[in-house]
């Protein structure tokens, strides 16, 4: 059985102009292999990082706490966990343990006496999950802080750029990070922020009687992941411009593009969309893009696999007379169509509706070749609520909407 990432590429087209320059998108689709391990998951490494704040009182913290618990439950002996709660002040409730049955017992005992008090330090809360976690980390495991909060950051690191930053430089250490925002008073741009930076994923639970169900959600997979740490590495020509869509984590240094994509789990697959624009160049037949994929495979092994890309010099007549790849462009558009909406969003928030409208049409209008009329009609539906401004709860909706849209989730 296979054991590696399939990796597939395409270009919209494969010919650029000689005389000017060409806008070429490029598709990597990674599917993830299925379990080749028999009745087996790796061993985890959680932290769970839980809100403890005044405004969690209620509801809120009660399904927080059975969640946690209903994660314990799930955890085997192999596995390992840490417990913090924060408000003003971060408190270590345990430090990363193994699920033996009598600690089990104890930590359920801790999680069911957490009661709510005053200020949000997410930042220092989340720093101290993170610290746990690395201190346990063992060699085969998947590592992840599952951080939970209703509010905003207002004590300690407040910054969405500063604690990107801080999430990206773990991820790099084998620390990978899954928000979850709870109610309408949270950033959603800070929690997505540090799930994209952090290699984990960015839930919205409208409501708290779902929180159980979404921890589970996370939990399975986990439980099944077969590809970990993966990454593109991409040689970008001299004078070509990339960009990565959909706000995956990337980096450019010299010519080399690195996007980091987290991991996957049995059977998944992510589609990656990078737009890049060509110089004209007269003298040379072909453009070469050498790509690079590194991952870990399920018994943590790691492994590399390469491919190289080719797009060949033709005149701009022959350019512009070739068929693009409709089904490349289809899906393309439809995760640009989504980048840009995250962005109109950001516009309405700030008041700068009749902006958000304009970027928004300006979208549907030059996607409108490759996207369907139910797509369509759905965008100009935005457009027109966006111009009217949003209720906090329709931007939460959306905003959930777009992220699963521009990073092809299933």
Request: glycine share 6%; charged share 25%; proline share 3%.
């Amino acid at each position: 059985m296979e054991t590696r990432i399939n990796l597939q590429t395409q270009f919209d087209g494969d010919l650029i102009a000689k005389e000017v320059p060409t806008e070429r998108i490029l598709e990597l689709i990674l599917n993830a292999p299925l379990s080749s391990v028999s009745n087996s998951r790796p061993s985890l490494n959680l932290a769970v990082v839980i809100d403890r704040s005044g405004s969690m009182q209620g509801a809120k913290l009660e399904y927080v706490k059975r969640a946690a618990v209903h994660v314990l439950d799930l955890l085997t002996e192999r596995d390992q966990v840490a417990l913090v709660i924060y408000d003003s002040e971060v408190e270590l409730l345990s430090p990363s343990i193994a699920m033996a049955p009598g600690n089990r017992v104890t930590l359920t005992r801790k999680i069911q006496q957490v009661t709510a008090r005053s200020s949000t330090n997410l930042g220092g809360g989340w720093l101290q999950g993170c610290q746990e976690v690395a201190l346990a980390a063992r060699e085969g495991d998947l590592n992840r802080v599952l951080l939970l909060t209703d509010g905003l950051a207002n004590v300690g690191i407040t910054d969405l750029e500063e604690l990107g930053i801080h999430a990206g430089q773990l991820l790099e250490r084998g620390v990978s990070t899954s928000t979850f925002g709870v109610g309408l008073d949270f950033n959603e741009y800070l929690m997505e922020n540090m799930a994209n930076q952090g290699g984990g994923r960015f839930y919205f639970i409208e409501d708290p009687a779902s929180i159980p169900a979404i921890f589970e959600q996370e939990f399975q997979s986990l439980s099944t992941v077969t590809a970990s740490h993966i990454q593109l590495a991409l040689t970008i020509p001299n004078g070509v411009s990339a960009q990565v869509l959909g706000s995956w984590r990337n980096e450019l240094e010299g010519e080399k593009l690195v996007v980091m994509l987290g991991d996957l789990a049995a059977g998944l697959k992510r589609e990656i969309y990078i737009r890049l624009l060509t110089p004209p160049q007269k003298k040379q037949t072909y453009l070469s893009i050498p790509v690079t994929l590194n991952a870990h495979d399920e018994t943590g092994q790691s492994y590399s696999l390469e491919q190289i890309l080719s797009l060949s010099y033709a005149s701009q007549p022959k350019v512009s007379a070739m068929d693009q790849r409709k089904d490349v462009m289809a899906r393309y558009s439809e995760v640009l169509l989504a980048d840009q909406a995250s962005e109109a969003l950001k516009l309405e928030r700030a008041g700068e509706r009749e902006k958000a409208r304009r970027l928004m049409d300006a979208s549907i209008l030059s996607s409108s070749p490759h996207t369907c009329s139910k797509i369509r009609e759905d965008y100009q539906h935005l457009s027109e609520r966006l111009a009217r401004g949003l209720d906090e709860q329709d931007r939460k909706d959306r905003h959930q909407e777009e992220y699963i849209r521009k990073q092809r989730r299933r």
